[in-house]
């Protein structure tokens, strides 16, 4: 926690440097698997989190998950719950635990941990079957992560 | 309140709410040929029985056109390569001046031998693949060049092989001393692989039916192969598969033939008793 709030604090007086201040993948404090502290201490853009679960190339929550808020995006899987109303459902903190990592809300859960960084099998170099050469960046940026949550808090019934 | 009690209980509500529009394997039945009748649904192998109560072809995972084509040789493109493959069968390649007909006879006397596979071999004191058997005989017997692993070749004699045993059910064996590469392969198979941390089961035990994006998620049987894809067009080795599902959880993959795919190959084949052989399928 007290990490957490360093990375706060740093992020708010260096405004111009968001990605140093951003709160490491390996520092997030959860709580009951939610995250109360912002990542990055800017407010999610929430048409920008839209567009992370849509795209293939970023979160593909729709791969998992239907949204009947994006009617454009075809085929949307369901593996998971519908993410309709998860903003009544969730609180915000909670929000952004699921998303930064599932697995400490929902125990072995099958959804991807997309705000981590480390202690994976095997880890590839993206999409193309080889090794990862060097360390890997989380799946989303922590300001990505903010911007979904800002988006899933839309989803209202 | 306890979180993941309360997560649970969300996402029951959604399960039971998503239900009604869950994409179940079609009822339908599978006859080659108005002749060989295909077993594509069967009771699950006793090794599976406390995770499943059913084994399923990808056959009832596909769409009716995708799955008409597979019901005569006319419609299966993949039989173009069998044609290819019995040429190949008996004409005499390598030092040694000798055709696979040569010593086997025509291809039909290899009825029975897919099924099987992969499986122990005691002469090797190891578990071979058809495709290790098969480059056995070209390296060592016939004194011509290895074909590469998933190479057309190689891909196209397998799926004669297969031809000739289409309806014989799968029966590899899992004891005896194939039981220590049957569990290295079913340990890699509940491994979560990956940037994306899925395992083979998490998609293809605890999810078939459902959706995934565009993909219509079945079993991930392995009787079909090869298969015949329309994504791609030409034949793919069940080893390919292995690479291509591996490699979608933005994981380093294993090569085809290596030790831990035989072992894969082997756990997942078993995981298919009972079904019948098809190969070569149609798959999208």
């Not at chain 1, 791969?63 to 998971?80: K, N, R, T, Y």
């Not at chain 2, 192998?45 to 597979?70: K, N, Q, Y």
């Amino acid at each position: 926690m007290k990490i957490s709030i360093i990375a706060l604090a740093a992020s708010v007086g260096l405004s111009t440097s968001a990605y140093a201040a951003d709160v490491a993948p390996t520092a997030v404090s959860y709580t009951d698997g939610a995250v109360e502290m912002s990542l990055t201490g800017t407010a999610g853009d929430p048409a920008a989190g839209a567009k992370v679960l849509g795209s293939r190339s970023l979160g593909n929550c729709v791969a998992c998950h239907e949204v009947s808020a994006l009617p454009d995006i075809a085929f949307q899987g369901m593996i998971g719950p519908s993410l309709d109303g998860a903003g009544d459902r969730w609180s915000e903190a909670e929000l952004r635990g699921i998303v930064a990592n599932a697995k400490m809300m929902f125990e072995g859960t099958i959804m991807p941990s997309f705000y981590k960084d480390t202690g994976y099998i095997r880890p590839g170099n993206a999409y193309t079957g080889k090794a990862a050469d060097g360390a890997l960046d989380p799946l989303l940026s922590a300001q990505q992560i903010e911007d979904v949550v800002a988006y899933l808090a839309t989803l209202k019934d | 309140m306890n979180k993941f009690t309360k997560g649970l209980g969300a996402c029951m509500t959604a399960i039971i709410v998503a239900s009604g529009a869950m994409a179940e394997p079609v009822d339908d039945t599978l006859v080659i040929n108005e002749e060989i009748e295909i077993v594509t649904r069967t009771a699950a192998p006793a090794h599976l029985s406390d995770v499943m109560d059913e084994v399923m072809s990808g056959w009832l995972f596909r769409g009716e056109e995708t799955r008409a084509m597979e019901m005569d040789d006319f419609d299966n493109p993949g039989m173009i390569f069998v044609e290819q493959a019995e040429d190949v069968w008996n004409t005499a390649d390598g030092t040694e001046g000798k055709s696979c007909a040569d010593c086997h006879g025509e291809s039909t006397e290899m009825a029975g031998v897919r099924p099987v596979y992969p499986k122990y071999v005691e002469a090797a004191g190891e578990v071979r693949t058809m495709e290790m058997a098969i480059n056995d005989c070209r390296e060592n017997r016939m004194g011509a060049e290895e074909w590469k692993y998933v190479g057309n070749d190689m891909v196209n004699m397998t799926a004669l092989l297969a031809s000739v045993s289409r309806g014989m059910p799968v029966n590899v064996a899992i004891d005896g001393p194939a039981q220590s590469t049957w569990e290295q392969g079913k340990d890699i198979y509940y491994t979560r692989f990956g940037q994306l941390e899925l395992s083979c089961s998490n998609c293809h035990e605890d999810n078939y039916g459902n959706m995934i994006r565009a993909d219509h998620l079945s079993q991930g049987q392995i009787n079909g192969f090869p298969t015949y894809r329309l994504k791609n067009t030409k034949l793919n080795a069940v080893q390919d598969r292995f690479k291509g599902c591996i490699r979608d959880t933005r994981a380093e993959t294993f090569a085809p033939g290596s030790p831990e795919f035989v072992a894969l190959e082997l756990y997942v084949g078993s995981r298919g008793n009972g079904l019948s052989v098809e190969g070569p399928s149609v798959r999208n």
